[in-house]
């Protein structure tokens, strides 16, 4: 009887402890968006007040639920312009360079923290947060806005761990064996060059980020001091807010990327965008799936990449490609095709999840982003990437050397390159094999990842910040951790005991020369 009482009473503790989230995810990208929505999504079923700042708004409907929109965004992150494959294919963009990355991400940071949207809630002394977590997108601008509430933050990580990110709560990992995310599609073990380029890309990196920093930290003045002085308090160093996170939730997992070690405060949560219960087919969808007897290829080049912008006489080629396939495929495309083949459906919206998830599936044609390549490990379907830009390339290359997927460069030889692609991985039972492997590893986890989430959400809120998982590198200076001040100090005492020596000795010798007058 007690015991049941106590349960009940701490049942009802548990759902007492609902908190003011402030999910911030500002990046007006559709994968982005997704991610976001994941956040909002848990929170909200788990009783949590959500604040959503966003351009693009969660479909998910809920009292609990409250929207800041930043829609003017979409002006300094024109996906259309910036991912037109036609632009990629005469190489007219580069999303590949990461000085590209973060200017557009500086700018867009800026843009939001300076939003009147944003700056109205932070200048609001009604509104108190217990948690804030933001995307960490090439830029730190938003730990100030955590800092505002004097709550503590948390980084979400849309990609795998790598060295930017991991910096943050801890170190750079050795550039010997952790590749770069934009700049490198490397593989560990690396040979002798890639060690090389890795190392080079870190310090040039770093470079980059030096010639910023003077920009970002005037942002950073100008768009915290009123809101701290509002509250009659001094605005604290940028350099301290931006290293204040208390942990980083990486939409990331060991299969889709490398088992490097990470810093204790680093979770990986990848996969928990996924919805629990997979939402029924539409009625002609799951009739043509069902009745696929050769089994289904999905295409799909994400929801950032518009099919519409890639050449005309490539779509063609690629239609006659599909049409000598036995398989029937499904290409997700924003327009109507004429004379499409037989086996061939567009869809202008696609269920991505729901289709993989169907017993018929058989293959994944993607661009190999990371949301599609965790989907494909999820429901166990092999894949061949079509890379184009950020970390795409890399997520491919793993998937590759995993042994579950075919790269193919995107370019006029396309529809050949996937034709011989499709015959391999078809053809040989090895990629299903080993998909499905992958997949147990995937899914072979204590709890969900969305459990993961809302546990550490609450871990976090409860230990103000969790200071007792904070590194103990982060705050060290580079040159202590590599005892340069020890190298420095054995050099100075080396070159005081050689300079000894050398008077010692000469002194002798000219007394000895005095002595015998052996040069006079
Ligand atoms: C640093 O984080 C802690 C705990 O999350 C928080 O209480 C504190 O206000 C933060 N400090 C600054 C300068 O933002």
Redesign the pocket.
């Known amino acids: 009887m007690s015991l049941k009482c106590l349960v009940f009473i701490y049942l009802l503790c548990e759902l007492c402890s609902a908190y003011k989230v402030l999910v911030v995810f500002p990046l007006p990208g559709k994968s982005h968006s997704i991610l976001g929505e994941g956040y909002v999504r848990h929170l909200v079923n788990a009783g949590h007040e959500v604040t959503y700042l966003t351009a693009i708004p969660a479909k998910m409907k809920s009292e609990n639920l409250r929207h800041i929109l930043l829609e003017s965004n979409f002006k300094y992150f024109p996906e259309d312009e910036i991912l037109d494959i036609s632009k990629m294919l005469s190489k007219e963009t580069e999303m590949t360079s990461l000085r590209t990355v973060l200017e557009v991400m500086y700018t867009l940071a800026n843009a939001t923290v300076n939003h009147p949207n944003v700056q109205n809630l932070m200048n609001n002394l009604d509104e108190k947060f217990d948690l804030v977590i933001a995307e960490w997108m090439y830029n730190e601008l938003y ?2 806005i ?2 505002v509430f ?4 948390i980084w979400s990580s849309s990609v795998n761990p790598h060295p930017l990110v991991l910096a943050l709560i801890d170190e750079a990992p050795n550039p010997a064996y952790a590749a770069d995310l934009v700049q490198s599609d490397a593989v560990p073990p690396f040979t002798f060059w890639e060690r090389c380029q890795e190392l080079w890309t870190q310090i040039h990196t770093q470079y980059m980020l030096w010639q910023l920093r003077a920009g970002d930290n005037q942002v950073y003045i100008d768009a915290f001091t009123p809101p701290f002085q509002k509250r009659g308090q001094a605005l ?2 940028y350099e ?2 931006k290293y ?3 942990l980083i939730l990486g939409n990331s997992h060991v299969s889709t990327g490398e088992a490097i070690r990470l810093p204790i405060n680093h979770i990986n949560i990848g996969g928990y965008h996924i919805d629990e219960v997979v939402k029924p087919l539409p009625k002609d969808l799951q009739e043509i799936m069902d009745n696929a007897k050769n089994g289904v290829i999905y295409f799909s080049m994400g929801s950032m990449l518009k099919s519409r912008s890639m050449p005309n006489e490539l779509k063609r080629r690629i239609l006659d490609m599909f049409s000598q396939l036995k398989q029937t495929v499904l290409w997700k495309f924003e327009e109507d095709l004429p004379n499409l083949p037989k086996n061939v459906h567009i869809l202008k919206w696609a269920p991505q999840q729901s289709i993989l998830a169907h017993p018929n599936c058989i293959l994944f044609i993607t661009h190999g982003g990371l949301l599609s390549t965790t989907e494909a490990l999820h429901f166990g379907v092999p894949i061949i990437g079509i890379p184009m830009f950020a970390d795409q390339a890399l997520n491919v290359k793993r998937a590759q050397s995993k042994g579950f997927a075919i790269k193919v460069t995107f370019d006029n030889d396309v529809p050949d390159n996937l034709k011989a692609a499709i015959t391999e991985i078809l053809g040989n039972p090895k990629y299903r094999e080993r998909v499905t492997e992958l997949s147990f590893v995937h899914h072979h986890r204590p709890v969900s990842p969305s459990t993961e989430l809302l546990h550490w959400v609450d871990h ?1 809120v409860k230990t ?4 007792h998982l904070r590194s103990p590198a982060l705050m060290m200076p580079w040159y202590q951790k590599y005892y340069l001040d020890l190298v420095a100090i054995i050099l100075v005492v080396l070159i005081a005991v050689i300079r000894l020596i050398k008077m010692i000795l000469c002194s002798s010798n000219n007394k000895s020369a005095i002595g015998s007058k052996k040069f006079n």
Do not use: D, F, H, Q
């Open positions: 730990a100030g955590a800092a004097k709550c503590p933050l604290p160093p301290e807010v204040n996170a208390s976090v103000r910040g969790a200071p």
